[in-house]
């Protein structure tokens, strides 16, 4: 358990790789941490606070609004704020990204899915932050082209889970690092050091199947697959992409969202490319896993739009192959 290690401590150790980051990146993980504690604590207390429901507002993706969604939102936004160290942010919750234009010390930009799995919120199933952050191109002045950015370009990217305990979970570059918020202490304290897809692992597999009928050949043949095998896979979906993510990671397994023909005209994946599948392909890179579109890695693709969707593979590198090689193979 590494002493318990506090996040501020192991984040101090972090920056050192940073030559430019004086404080300010510490200050900045620090800052996204406390708007996970505040989102943790409305989560947990939920339920007594009549806060639970739908706004009846939609969102840019036409999604209906939980009002959880807009206070996590607007607390990651008041809290970056405040950081004169950052120079705009762009949310899943709003249209536009919010520039700071007073930062005139700014160096970083920050992308973030405030509130994934919100679906499961009334029902009081594990929900997530998911974030990334980037160094801007030019200090002290943010534009859209900071943040229409390959993943691999992400300085830092993480989640905090709120499941049985809150967790963050956090890249800045080389190895991921869990971190469980003790509640007594409010301190988010080093639990899961060096986190990598286990090898050996369970063969979890993790897709809303109910979408089969929708999904082209190669991907129906894929999950026959998985059900078939000599020694069938295990289906674990909760429909929190963060939780069925965090799962997999530690316990090994691929969790998919195909592009589908439910939209005749549009073929097309669900998940957000900026503020879900770059960060989460940052975590499995380097903790040894792989993540795809079905074609390209997810970290390689240059995106045209903010809110951009793609298909999404990632989890354990053997299986992402494996369901690559079912998903491009020619057979029909
Ligand atoms: P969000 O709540 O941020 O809109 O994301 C929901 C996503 C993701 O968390 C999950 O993996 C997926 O939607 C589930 O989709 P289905 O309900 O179509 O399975
Ligand atoms: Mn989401
Ligand atoms: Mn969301």
Redesign the pocket.
């Known amino acids: 358990m590494n002493g318990n290690l506090q996040l501020q401590h192991f984040i101090l150790n972090e920056q050192k790789k940073f030559p430019y980051a004086k404080g300010d990146f510490t200050l900045l993980l620090l800052d996204i941490a406390l708007a996970g504690k505040i989102i943790s604590r409305e989560v947990n207390k939920a339920g007594l606070v009549e806060i639970l429901g739908l706004t009846g507002k939609e969102n840019i ?1 036409g ?1 209906q609004v939980q009002k959880l ?1 807009e206070f996590s939102n607007s607390t990651i936004v008041n809290i970056l704020s405040r950081n004169d160290t950052v120079g705009g942010c762009a949310s ?1 919750e709003m249209a536009d990204p919010v520039y700071f234009h007073k930062h005139t010390n700014a160096k970083y930009c920050v992308i973030f ?1 405030p ?6 919120i009334d029902v009081n199933v594990s ?1 997530g932050t998911i974030f990334s952050i980037y160094k801007l191109l030019n200090d002290g002045e943010c534009t859209e082209n900071d943040f229409l950015r390959k993943g691999k370009e992400q300085l830092a990217s993480g989640y905090i889970v709120y499941g049985s305990s809150t967790m963050l979970v956090l890249t800045t570059g080389e190895g991921v690092h869990g971190f469980t918020l003790d509640p007594s202490l409010g301190e988010f304290l080093l639990s899961h050091p060096n986190m990598k897809f286990p090898e050996p692992s369970k063969r979890y597999y993790s897709v ?1 199947e ?2 089969y009928k929708y999904w082209d050949k190669g991907v129906q043949r894929y999950v026959d697959h998985l059900k078939n095998d000599e020694k069938p896979f295990t289906l674990r ?6 939780s ?1 993510f965090h799962r997999n990671l530690i316990y090994g397994g691929i ?1 998919f ?1 195909p592009l589908d023909h439910k939209n005749k005209e549009k073929p097309k994946g ?3 490319l900026m ?2 599948a770059n960060p989460l392909s940052l975590i499995t890179k380097n903790a040894g896993g792989l993540s795809t579109d079905g074609k390209n890695e997810i970290l390689d693709i240059k995106p045209e739009e903010l809110h951009q969707r793609v298909p999404l593979y990632i989890g354990t590198k053997s299986f992402v192959e494996e369901a690559m090689s079912f998903i491009n193979s020619e057979e029909k």
């Open positions: 993706q999604e969604d899943e899915d509130l994934d799995g919100s679906s499961n929900i809303n109910g979408n979906y909760i429909g929190s992409l963060v069925d969790f969202y669900k998940l957000r503020y879900e």
